[in-house]
């Protein structure tokens, strides 16, 4: 069984900053891609930030330039800093990983539980 779990959401002034971890456990074998989505109420989830196991990076284009994303592959474990934070970074933040289990021949998408981001004065 894998899990995936974040932590450090909250609540933040606009123009302050947070950051996201999330760290992956269990029957793990290998993990391609870990990314970090978000969804904010009525809206589709959206692609935030994407790391490649090699360190290549993708970022929306809203948020490029105030958000970094990184990843420490020993401990499975990817990061998402966000600074210069915006009322429309409002959402639920949601990690993804790429992965193959111990317990199956393929890679697939597991994603964690969401964690809640709120920017307001």
């Known amino acids: 069984q894998v899990q995936l779990v974040e932590s450090g959401g909250g609540l933040v002034q606009p123009g302050g900053s947070l950051r996201l971890s999330c760290a992956a456990s269990?029957?793990?074998?290998?993990?391609?891609?870990m990314a970090w989505y978000r969804q904010a109420p009525g809206q589709r989830r959206e692609l935030v930030a994407d790391i490649t196991s090699g360190g290549n990076t993708n970022y929306a284009d809203s948020v490029k330039g105030r958000f970094t994303i990184s990843r420490d592959n020993a401990k499975n474990t990817v990061y998402l800093q966000m600074n210069s934070l915006k009322p429309e970074d409002t959402a639920v933040y949601y990690c993804n990983a790429d992965l193959l289990s111990t317990r199956s021949a393929h890679f697939r998408d597991y994603w964690g539980q969401g964690t809640q981001v709120t920017v307001s004065s």
């Open positions: 269990g029957s793990i074998f290998s993990i391609n891609t």
